[in-house]
């Protein structure tokens, strides 16, 4: 156990410490507002004694320098970070702010408390956008790459990625306002609960009497939202029904939901639709009959691993066979554009078999690709650590080598998003064959059009372009409070409507 004593007449400065500490030890514990305790684990590093730590931090102004001392047992540690130019367009706060981060992490990682993580002093979900940011504002591309590295400590070969992702996403992103919106519509149910799932599913079994008053509440909000969007012109350029298993529904429960959808709202001519049916146990002829019907782009299985012995380890009751069965079955309807989902990091998993995995899956060929680094966030079997866990060299070795197999397959990074407590300090990726890229993702994780979610656990963005309004609301991941408060959540969402169409 380590104790974390801080020393600083800022109480923003203090909050910034816990939020370094944080990308480490997620775990960290307050005893009082300047004392945290931490503990070597997963995340951590080296340091495997019992230590105790006194840090001093001062901030100079004209020239901005942020000073840090370091005490531990007979040792100290200094570090300053001076503000140097050339300086992007960032407040004066801000800039004291990140200097202070990057001088933490330096003084951190001089004590071996921590092996910084490749992400540098980045914590946000959405690192694009800073990049997309630096683009607005005519940042040439050598740059930008200077200031991810040296202004944000990446390492070279994220800030590469990154760098990539955000110019092919550029064409794509709305500059201004149009009139058009997404749509998320979420079906919280699943077969079973996955082991390390940490989003709303709720097993059929168990919760499936709801099932029916829950499609009455989702309708209710799409027709409720569809008005507002008739009265203003406005157009749906995507449509992504997500879960949760939204194919655990019945054929004719997914034909009369994606009828709803269809006849309540005017599409784009080339609108995309896709459905999540995560769950290949869950893909029957009858159920891709009505898929098609529907002119679903996008349909997404999601095998996660084709280690048989994974998919047990974690819940999941269908073989890998069920998994090239379902593929196989879904190619025959001809849907354009098929996605796969991985996850590397899953229990007891390593690179040999994260390598047997992507080579089946690229045998098959589809269109999207998307591999995700564990979150391990809520995830009972990480948080009992009771499993064998990845070692982080081994864990970045092996987001390494899934980005080189997939670039060398033809697969091209377009999307990007990181989560807190995520699998070595890694990032989920959303890959695609050549001009098949899925916009729905895009848009959705750069924040430029407004996304309208229904359903337990979505989140609906209101985005005006004109005078930067962003602004969330997330209905509940309580199935049962979400029925409660259905009436209530379509208003607000209409309230806002009108005010950002
Ligand atoms: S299929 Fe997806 S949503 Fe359902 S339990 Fe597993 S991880 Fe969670």
Not at 216 to 232: D, M, N, P
Not at 261 to 284: I, K
Not at 463 to 471: G, I, K, P, S, W
Request: charged content about 25%.
């Amino acid at each position: 156990m380590i104790r974390v004593k801080v020393f600083s007449p800022s109480t923003d400065q203090v909050r910034i410490v816990k939020e370094v500490l944080r990308i480490y030890f997620p775990r960290l514990k307050e005893i009082d507002t300047t004392n945290f305790l931490i503990s070597s684990n997963y995340f951590s590093g080296t340091v495997k004694a019992d230590k105790k730590i006194n840090l001093y931090l001062e901030k100079q102004t004209s020239p901005l320098v942020i000073k840090v001392k370091l005490e531990m047992d007979d040792q100290v540690f200094f570090h300053e970070e001076v503000a140097k130019p050339p300086f992007f367009s960032e407040e004066e706060t801000n800039r004291a702010r990140r200097l202070l981060r990057l001088a933490l992490q330096q003084i951190f990682s001089l004590a071996k408390i921590i092996k910084p993580s490749p992400w540098g002093i980045l914590t946000g979900v959405r690192p694009l956008k800073i990049v997309q940011r630096f683009m607005d504002d005519g940042i040439t591309p050598e740059n930008i790459l200077n200031h991810l590295i040296k202004d944000y400590a990446l390492e070279e070969r994220k800030a590469k990625l990154l760098l990539e992702i955000a110019y092919r996403q550029r064409p794509f992103l709305p500059k201004e306002k149009r009139n058009l919106v997404s749509l998320y519509l979420g079906i919280p149910f699943c077969p079973t609960r996955c082991y390390y799932c940490s989003f709303p599913a709720f097993s059929l079994d168990r919760w499936g009497y709801l099932l029916a008053d829950y499609l009455q509440a989702l309708e209710k909000e799409i027709i409720g939202l569809s008005q507002v969007l008739q009265e203003k012109e406005i157009k749906v350029q995507t449509v992504y029904l997500g879960g949760g298993t939204p194919t655990i529904l019945s054929a004719g429960q997914l034909a009369k939901l994606l009828t709803v959808v269809q006849d309540n709202f005017a599409f784009v001519p080339d609108r995309e639709l896709t459905v999540e049916g995560g769950r290949p146990e869950t893909l029957t002829r009858e159920k891709l009959e009505v898929l098609k019907a529907h002119q679903v782009t996008r349909l997404s299985i999601n095998p996660q691993t084709m280690q048989a012995v994974t998919l047990e380890r974690i819940g999941r009751k269908h073989s890998c066979e069920d998994i090239i069965t379902a593929y196989h079955l879904a190619r025959e309807f001809g849907f354009p554009v098929i996605n796969m989902d991985l996850i590397i990091g899953l229990p007891g998993e390593k690179r040999v078999d994260l390598d047997k995995t992507l080579n089946e899956i690229l045998a098959l060929r589809p269109e999207n690709i998307t591999v995700h680094a564990l979150a391990l966030k809520r995830a009972a079997y990480y948080r009992q650590e009771k499993i064998d866990l990845v070692l982080p060299a081994e864990g970045q070795a092996m987001l390494d080598l899934a980005h080189t197999k997939l670039a060398k397959a033809g697969y091209l990074p377009y999307y990007l998003y990181r989560q807190k407590e995520i699998f070595a300090h890694g990032e989920n990726v959303g890959y695609s064959l050549p001009g098949k890229i899925c916009f729905y993702n895009l848009l959705m994780m750069e924040e430029r059009q407004t996304i309208l979610g229904c359903g337990v656990g979505a989140s609906s963005k209101f985005v005006d372009l004109e005078t930067n309004f962003l602004e969330s609301i997330y209905n509940p991941k309580d199935i049962l409070f979400y029925l409660q408060r259905v009436d209530e959540l379509l208003q607000r969402k209409v309230d806002n409507l009108q005010t950002v169409l």
